[in-house]
């Protein structure tokens, strides 16, 4: 199982960005999809989360400028950000709560590699 992301890069404070992550491999099924984030010298830290069902969870310093959502049918979820501010600079991971074809009793949590935004002031 792998998890892509993709859509990071460099932008002016009040700008945009839409991160995107695909899983691929043996999936059977994927429950929770999220981001998390991690500046320099920062613990990584909860952006936002997405359930198999839609139900949305948002970071308090994110709310009302992300907007996360997911297209199951690609097993790929999507961070809309909007009204960037250079305090959101980080390295973006993907994360996703999956069971695979393997061994479908059990939920395992994977990560993606992390896309750089860097918002500029």
């Known amino acids: 199982v792998q998890l892509q992301a993709s859509g990071g890069g460099l932008v002016q404070a009040g700008g945009s960005l839409r991160l995107s992550c695909a899983a691929s491999g043996s999936i059977f099924s994927i429950n929770r999809m999220g981001w998390y984030r991690q500046a320099p010298g920062k613990q990584r830290e909860l952006v936002a989360l997405?359930?198999?069902?839609?139900?949305?969870d948002y970071a308090d310093s994110v709310k009302g400028r992300f907007t996360i959502s997911r297209d199951n049918a690609k097993n790929t979820v999507y961070l809309q950000m909007n009204s960037l501010k250079p305090e959101d600079t980080a390295v973006y991971i993907c994360?996703?709560?999956?069971?695979?074809?393997?061994?479908?009793?059990?939920?395992?949590?994977?990560w993606g590699q992390g896309t750089l935004v860097t918002v500029s002031s």
């Open positions: 994360n996703a709560a999956l069971n695979t074809a393997l061994n479908t009793r059990v939920f395992v949590a994977y």
């Open positions: 997405i359930t198999n069902g839609g139900s949305t």
